[in-house]
C-alpha cells in the first residue's frame, strides 16, 4: 500500500522493498517524534507493474464532490429501495488514513452488507489545505433539501442517513 501511495501522493514510482522501507520509516517516525528518519528508495516501480500493486482500489457505487452533495444524495436516493440504509463516507484521496480506511470499509459493504445497504463515498476537498481551511462548507452542519449531517471535523469519517425514504 505505501507503494502505491508513494506514486499516488509524492510522485515515487518505487517497488514493493522501498513501499516496505519507507512505511517502517513514517512508523518509526511517529513513535519517535523529532527524530530524523532516513531510508533510501532503492527500486523502480516499473518492475511490479503486472502485480497488481499500482492498482487503484475497488470503486465505491456511488462517489461526489462536496460541493455536488446534495443534488447526488437527491438523485442517489430516488435509485434505491425506500427502505435500504444509506451511508456516506467522507473522506480524501490525499489523505493517508482515507486511503488505509477506503479498502476495509469497500469490503465491509462488498461483503457482509452486500445489496443490504448504499454507499456514497464524499470527496471533502481536493487538497489539504482545501480541507483544513475553517470556512470549509462541510465544518459546519449542512442542512440541504437532501441533506442533514452535523460538522464534519476529521476524515475519513462514516456516518448514517437513514433509509433512502427518510
Given at each position: ?117 448504499s ?19 462541510l ?26 425514504s427518510s
Amino acid at each position: 500500500e505505501t507503494a502505491r501511495q508513494l506514486a499516488i501522493q509524492e510522485g515515487i514510482f518505487a517497488g514493493m522493498s522501498s513501499g516496505g522501507a519507507v512505511s517502517a520509516s513514517l512508523r518509526i517516525a511517529a513513535e519517535e517524534p523529532g527524530s530524523i528518519v532516513v531510508c533510501i528508495v532503492c527500486d523502480r516501480g516499473d518492475r511490479y507493474l503486472s502485480t497488481g500493486i499500482f492498482d487503484p482500489p475497488p470503486p465505491v457505487r456511488y462517489s461526489c464532490y462536496f460541493k455536488n452533495l446534495d443534488n447526488t444524495l437527491s438523485h442517489h436516493r430516488k435509485a434505491l429501495p425506500r427502505d435500504m440504509p444509506m451511508f456516506i463516507l467522507f473522506t480524501a484521496p490525499w489523505c493517508p488514513d482515507c486511503v488505509s480506511a477506503l479498502p476495509v470499509i469497500n469490503d465491509i459493504f462488498a461483503t457482509e452488507l452486500r445489496s443490504d445497504a448504499s454507499l456514497l463515498r464524499c470527496i471533502v476537498g481536493k487538497t489539504r489545505e482545501e480541507w483544513k481551511d475553517p470556512q470549509h462548507p462541510l465544518r459546519s452542519d449542512l442542512r440541504g433539501e437532501h441533506t442533514k449531517v452535523t460538522a464534519i471535523t476529521a476524515i475519513p469519517t462514516l456516518v448514517f442517513l437513514g433509509t433512502a425514504s427518510s
